[in-house]
């Protein structure tokens, strides 16, 4: 991996980097869309392409049940299995211990999976994650880490922070010993849950690891803890790790976490958000998402954004023809994950450009100020930016601030049922 940085804020923790791995070059910050199991629901790789994506994920755990290792070793790799030509990403299966909970055992060893197909027993070690990796041939891979829900509390998750360390060193030696360093770049994972002291114990441990790591990434987040403490441990996470490496974080899709994350000094992210939410009917906008299911686009003739570039608006399909096929056709979804792939990409690709020509903090404020133009600013956002000086109600009369996630939704109104004819 070459990573070079070429801009940093002169406000923010912000910077733009160039990133090069075997498949070509990616541009940081960025978001990484999610084919979990080799495929972006919704889109083939054409199409992802297509976009002006140039960096996915898939993940170890799932691959590793279907196709497997040996068609994946046959197809050589999957980038070849899927078609894929740019960069891949894969996670190493750690995050299945907390959405496979109910099937899984944890041991020093490794982690005892049930599979959910077939209920068949499968041990996932640090070594055998490596080896899954390897078939697979991502251009960045994740090390296998103990992975806890985030609003644990107690002392599994100094255990699992420690566990991590050791499996860390295991990974690291596996990857060393299969010659294939010089095209596969092993991420670390920092994790420590919500404490502030593990978090600082686990990152000491990790960096003295920097000369076997190309890139860091902050995991254990996003599973519904307070945004308040959310944005601290990300700013402390990114503050301490080094600076010539990426910084990736691990599961935000959001565009306010995006956008917050970016100015803490993050460089990464992925999320399924915005490929899962267009399957609803969910569009997203820099006005805030956009629920296509609502009564109110039934006679709406204008495309999602008309100054969006995706197919799905340029063609002029509209707001009223995605209404009439959402959650009945396959099309409604193909287009909306076309159009949220998109915008995702040119919230990130937007920050670029701002950092680089020094105007980030107005970016910021700028996209802050529309997107909860009618609606309470989370005061989350409104902290965290102001940590790295960006005040985001600067100029506003009587802005509206509200705790929590504070996000306007749309979605999450509940769409009437339909009375049987």
Not at 125 to 139: F, K, M, N
Not at 331 to 354: E, K, P, W, Y
Request: hydrophobic share 40%; with cysteine; charged share 20%.
């Amino acid at each position: 991996m070459e990573f070079e940085i070429i801009a940093k804020c002169h406000t923010t923790h912000a910077r733009v980097s160039r990133m090069t791995m075997t498949h070509g070059t990616t541009y940081l910050p960025t978001f990484m869309p999610v084919a979990t199991q080799g495929a972006m629901k919704g889109l083939t790789s054409q199409q992802v392409e297509a976009l002006g994506v140039t960096l996915i994920l898939n993940n170890t755990y799932h691959l590793n049940l279907r196709p497997g290792t040996k068609v994946l070793d046959a197809a050589g790799g999957a980038h070849k299995f899927q078609g894929w030509r740019k960069n891949l990403l894969t996670d190493s299966g750690g995050f299945q211990m907390v959405s496979l909970s109910s099937f899984t055992k944890i041991t020093e060893e490794g982690v005892l999976f049930a599979s959910p197909y077939t209920g068949e027993p499968t041990m996932l070690t640090p070594e055998e994650s490596i080896g899954i990796q390897h078939s697979i041939g991502a251009d960045i891979i994740m090390q296998l880490d103990d992975v806890v829900h985030s609003l644990t509390t107690g002392p599994r998750v100094e255990e699992a922070m420690w566990r991590s360390i050791r499996w860390l060193d295991r990974c690291i030696a596996k990857h060393k010993s299969s010659g294939r360093t010089d095209r596969q770049n092993l991420f670390a994972i920092v994790q420590g849950g919500l404490s502030p002291d593990l978090r600082q114990k686990c990152l000491d441990e990790m960096v003295k690891r920097k000369d076997d790591l190309p890139g860091y990434a902050i995991g254990g987040l996003s599973g519904g803890e307070e945004k308040d403490i959310f944005w601290k441990i990300v700013k402390q996470c990114a503050e301490q790790l080094p600076e010539d490496r990426p910084r990736y974080c691990m599961g935000i899709g959001f565009a306010e976490d995006l956008l917050v994350c970016v100015a803490l000094g993050v460089d990464m992210a992925d999320c399924v958000f915005p490929t899962r939410t267009a399957r609803f009917g969910v569009a997203l906008t820099r006005d805030g998402p956009m629920n296509l299911r609502l009564d109110r686009h039934r006679t709406s003739f204008f495309p999602i954004d008309a100054n969006c570039p995706c197919l799905t608006c340029s063609s002029g399909m509209s707001r009223a023809a995605l209404h009439n096929l959402v959650t009945h056709e396959t099309v409604a979804a193909h287009a909306i994950t076309q159009h949220n792939l998109v915008f995702q990409a040119s919230v990130m690709g937007g920050a670029r450009d701002a950092i680089i020509e020094g105007r980030f903090p107005q970016y910021l404020k700028d996209f802050f100020q529309r997107y909860f133009a009618d609606a309470a600013y989370p005061r989350w956002c409104v902290d965290a930016l102001r940590s790295v000086n960006v005040d985001i109600l600067e100029g506003i009369e009587n802005p509206r601030i509200v705790e929590g996630k504070g996000a306007k939704w749309e979605y999450s109104n509940k769409i009437p049922k339909q009375k049987k004819p």
